[in-house]
């Protein structure tokens, strides 16, 4: 597959699914015929056909909902939503029942299903296109939450995504889909949804993100080391089912822990993190976890996007006042 | 074929060959209480319309389940006073309705339903022992039999719609001949779901059946009031979708525009429409007062209208109903229904384990940690 930005890897997971799995059917707004939205689709339809490949009307609970009736049915629906901010009327369709069938039917039904959706901001877009609400997600019981950050982890995670006998809500970084470039295997394979991917080692501090923040992270990271700081950065991943052992292993080593995320701090996925840490390692911990997160403010438009989003400064400054302890 | 836009009157007509012009316009000068547009086959006197779409056994048969289901539902009430049920939905009054919807399906066919249709699930192969122990409050209540195509009933209003066009479309991707029939109230026809379902099924012509079941009601609030459009089945007509409008109290007719539906939905022409018009004689559920938002002549009116009522009538003048035999079937209801609460009730009572093993088909490392917390008390 050679070089591929966090788009192609995506585009080429759907592709080998379609080819490899005639029970994968996409649906969505506007992915067949443009491509969709972020080009994620792009050629699909072409190569595999209209049905396999759908565009739907604009009605986002009902593409969720017909994707539910046709993974209980035995499909492997990827529905995939425009933007986070449009995935709320879908909502209820999540919570009720994609999340509940299993434990409704006591296992006699699944919805064996990916939801697609691209969040975060930093693009300069309208209103209610650069939302992370990803912690009201996570927060359902019954479905697994699933946020790549490099284009290798995007394939693995995107096809083990549609193998798994379970919903999964697939988020995917925006920012990165054209930013992170990387050397790919042509072949199938997976990675596993569940454990953290510790990006880089270090013994001083572990910096937690995920997702669209992992781009800045990655910077912090790199400034901090030239100062002489040796850093551990996770990847958290997957949210749901979150790999709380894998969160301990790292801040037990290092006493040390920013966590580092775009959306707001009140009931942010970051203090479901902090909080697991501690009930873990509070005696390992040689300083107070600190976050770096979005304001609980509403995510501004363009010309105030800067003053929203973490910067690396602002990583950076709280892993210093962090070693400080 | 049946045409593709259907006014209310020609709808019907496209659905209903054997209901020819002369039968509609029979309904009305023999039953000018009839509302307009409203395909019959039986009146509440016993007396026949038009040619049935069953024979004289098949008749008694459905007349058994009807029995059978009311008995179910007397009992469920009766048991949910004596605090053995959670909250009950009757549906009494609706026995035709739900029977004469479920004989139209075969077992290949998906049923996506309500809380309330606890006699169209049975009717259609969900086991009342599971229908009564998911009452009790147990979800192994939803874990019907690998052949049966029942999703466990939808709690939610109108939510579960869409998922008979979801397993429709996929069965007519996978190239089978099943079609889904999903039921619901007239309340559920005022939700975004119900527009989202219709309008996809009428896009991607699945084969499913939406079946309405109007029992003048959204709990409290009459169905004049919860729409401008003169009836349910009209609104079909924006989707582009043929409907039926059925005296849902009717088994026969019912049974008959039920069936068309499916049948045409099996082979091939898409969804359909359909609206029951009907009466839920009992409250809204066992938390419910009738009597704060409508008077008794209206419930005795509708009582006149007794679905079991007047097939009992057809069938006495076809000499093919005794009260011995109604007796008979009364009883033997009572038995089967005596034994399923007796099963429902002496199972098992759920391990503290069962909630953390039914989330996901393997639990996540974090459900087993908590599974442990919970064991170990």
Redesign the interface.
């Known amino acids: 597959m050679g070089e591929v930005n966090l788009a192609q890897a995506l585009n080429g997971a759907l592709d080998t699914a379609l080819g490899s799995d005639s029970r994968v ?1 996409l649906l969505g707004e506007d992915i067949g015929r443009t491509g969709g939205v972020f080009r994620i689709t792009d050629g699909l339809l072409d190569t595999h056909g209209g ?1 396999r490949v ?1 565009d ?2 604009v ?1 986002e ?2 593409i969720v ?11 492997r ?1 990827v529905a995939e939503i425009q933007f986070m901010g449009f995935s709320y ?1 879908a909502y ?2 999540v919570i ?2 994609v999340a509940r ?10 919805a064996p299903m990916v939801i697609r959706v691209p969040y975060g901001g930093g693009i300069g877009a309208a209103e209610h296109h650069s939302e992370s609400t990803e912690s009201i997600y996570a927060h359902i ?2 479905i ?1 939450v699933v946020v790549p950050s490099t284009p290798r982890d995007a394939r693995g995670l995107l096809l083990a995504a549609i193998e798994d ?2 919903p999964v809500v697939f988020l995917e970084p925006i920012r990165l889909y054209r930013a992170v470039k990387e050397d790919i295997p042509d072949i199938y394979y997976t990675v596993d949804i ?1 454990p953290v991917r510790v990006e880089r080692e270090g013994e001083d501090i572990t910096l937690i993100s995920w997702g669209a923040m992992m781009k800045e992270t990655r910077q912090a990271a790199v400034r901090l080391e030239s100062e002489g700081v040796s850093v551990e950065v996770l990847d958290v991943r997957t949210l ?6 894998g969160l301990a292993d790292s801040v037990e080593k290092t006493g040390r822990a920013v966590i580092i995320h775009e959306a707001p701090l009140t009931g942010g996925f970051g203090g479901e993190i902090a909080a697991s840490i501690q009930e873990r390692c509070l005696y390992s911990l040689l300083s107070p976890i600190v976050r770096v997160t979005g304001w609980d403010t509403v995510f501004p438009l363009k010309r105030s996007e800067t003053h929203y989003l973490p910067a690396v400064d602002r990583i950076v400054n709280a892993a210093e006042k962090t070693l400080e302890g | 074929m049946s045409s593709r836009k259907p006014g209310l009157g020609r709808g019907l007509e496209a659905l209903i060959p054997m209901a020819s012009q002369t039968t509609n316009d029979a309904v009305r000068e023999t039953s000018p209480d009839a509302p307009k547009d409203m395909f019959q086959l039986i009146e509440p006197d016993g007396s026949v319309l038009d040619r049935l779409p069953v024979t004289l056994e098949e008749m008694r048969a459905l007349y058994a389940d009807m029995v059978e289901a009311r008995v179910f539902d007397h009992k469920s009430m009766a048991m949910q006073r004596q605090g053995r049920l959670a909250t009950y939905a009757p549906f009494e009054g609706q026995e035709a309705a739900q029977i004469g919807a479920a004989a139209a399906l075969r077992p290949q066919d998906w049923l996506a339903a309500t809380y309330r249709d606890a006699a169209l699930n049975w009717r259609a192969g969900y086991p009342w022992r599971l229908l009564i122990l998911g009452r009790t409050g147990d979800e192994r209540g939803g874990e019907v039999p690998e052949s049966v195509r029942i999703l466990p009933p939808s709690i939610t209003v109108g939510g579960h719609m869409i998922h008979a066009v979801g397993l429709a479309w996929a069965e007519k991707l996978k190239g089978s001949d099943s079609v889904a029939l999903t039921s619901f109230g007239d309340g559920a026809t005022s939700e975004g779901d119900f527009h989202e379902a219709m309008n996809f099924a009428a896009v991607y012509e699945t084969p499913t059946v939406f079946f309405c079941q109007n029992n003048g009601f959204a709990i409290s609030y009459p169905v004049h009031e919860q729409t401008r459009s003169e009836t349910i089945a009209v609104k079909a007509e924006a989707y582009g979708m043929p409907a039926a409008r059925v005296d849902g109290n009717d088994v026969a007719a019912v049974l008959a525009v039920v069936r068309e539906a499916v049948d045409r939905a099996r082979r091939g022409e898409g969804p359909s429409l359909i609206e029951a018009v009907t009466y839920r004689l009992g409250p809204h559920t066992t938390s419910d007062d009738p009597g704060r938002y409508r008077d008794e002549d209206e419930g005795e009116d509708w009582r006149s209208k007794d679905p079991l009522t007047r097939i009992r009538k057809l069938l006495e003048k076809a000499r093919g109903w005794t009260s011995e035999w109604q007796e008979e079937l009364e009883k033997a209801a009572s038995a089967k229904i005596e034994e399923a609460v007796e099963w429902a009730e002496n199972l098992a009572q759920p391990e503290p384990e069962d909630l953390f093993d039914r989330m996901f088909s393997t639990p996540t490392p974090s459900l087993q940690e908590q599974k442990k917390i919970a064991s170990d008390g």
């Open positions: 059917v049905e759908f739907t009307p009605a609970s009902g909902g017909a994707a539910f009736g046709m993974a209980v049915a035995g499909m629906p009327p209820d369709q009720n029942h069938i299993r434990n409704r039917s006591n296992h006699r039904f699944a019981p019954g697994k006998p379970d569940g749901s089912p979150l790999d709380r052992g």
